[in-house]
């Protein structure tokens, strides 16, 4: 090191914040200029990190949604596998080398990797290998927690009445969840006060979440913090074919069941509970969660 630093040789890592000699200790990632002392040894700031798995706050620099939008539902997924890590990437990139609508992220909660997908609808997603992956994955020996999660973001966008976005729709919605808990639980092969309580709402507290970002918790059933999407989060993860798409089908199902629901229909006729939802899937294209329903009940 020289004896005598000038103000150019002096950088503060932007990971860390630590002031360092840039010439003797640093090196500058080649995506994005950005600079780094030699103990942070990779660039969580932009998308070309050398890792295959992406930190667990990574974001993509865009979303590439899949299928006819916004005419259908619009969702992406995470699923939680555990496995040794090298497999579960090998597995995914057989299908997505090049990240088109697979990314990986790394989450302390899981011994394993997290699967994310870009927004895409059921038709779309419907035609994806998903059952091949689940298939490879399981080949490789990964698995799934008893803990472990199958999230689904739904888009805020989704929730539609008379061509606009609609908070009535939003509303009838989390009815329908909240009314519906015990269903759901045995739907969802899963009951977690930890990472997807349903804890009861208090009054007013979903007319609240249907109309404006929530600040309250995040690991509850129905995660209403994001700006633009309700996440689910009460599935439990899996590499069964039938239980995932069975997911898929009931974050679509669910909105479009209530998107001509009026109150009247809740008050008179029971709109909202899980008969009538059984009731209206005989008469739509939903096999894998009619079937999923069927061997929960």
């Not at 302390?108 to 038709?123: C, K, R």
């Not at 007319?207 to 996440?231: L, P």
């Not at 974050?251 to 509970?273: E, F, H, I, N, P």
Request: with cysteine; hydrophobic share 35%; proline share 4%.
């Amino acid at each position: 090191m020289p004896s005598t630093l000038t103000e150019t040789d002096l950088r503060y890592c932007d990971a860390c914040d630590d002031e360092f000699d840039y010439e003797q200790f640093g090196w500058c990632c080649d995506s994005c200029s950005a600079v780094f002392c030699d103990d942070c040894s990779s660039c969580n700031n932009c998308a070309e990190v050398s890792d295959d798995v992406r930190p667990y706050d990574y974001r993509p620099p865009s979303f590439r949604p899949k299928g006819n939008y916004p005419g259908e539902v619009l969702f992406g997924v995470e699923l939680e596998v555990g496995g040794q890590e090298s497999r579960i990437v090998d597995v995914v990139q057989t299908y997505d080398p090049s990240e088109d609508h697979l990314y990986m992220k790394h989450d302390g909660s899981i011994d394993g990797v997290e699967i994310v997908t870009h927004p895409m609808t059921l038709a779309w997603a419907r035609q994806y290998p998903f059952e091949n992956l689940l298939a490879g994955l399981r080949a490789q020996g990964c698995d799934v927690g008893d803990e472990y999660g199958l999230h689904i973001h739904v888009s805020r966008n989704a929730f539609r009445r008379h061509g606009r976005q609609s908070c009535a729709h939003q509303m009838m919605w989390l009815l329908f969840m909240y009314r519906n808990v015990d269903d759901l639980t045995l739907l969802a092969r899963r009951e977690s006060d930890k990472w997807a309580s349903f804890t009861a709402p208090m009054p007013g507290e979903l007319a609240r979440k249907a109309t404006e970002v929530d600040n309250g918790a995040r690991y509850v059933a129905v995660n209403c913090r994001n700006e633009k999407t309700f996440e689910l989060r009460f599935f439990a993860a899996t590499l069964d074919a039938r239980e995932f798409l069975a997911a898929l089908e009931f974050a679509d199902a669910s909105v479009q069941y209530t998107q001509d629901l009026r109150m009247s229909d809740v008050l008179g006729g029971g709109a909202l509970t899980w008969s009538h939802f059984a009731e209206w899937l005989e008469t739509r294209n939903y096999p894998n969660l009619s079937a999923e329903i069927e061997f929960a009940s």
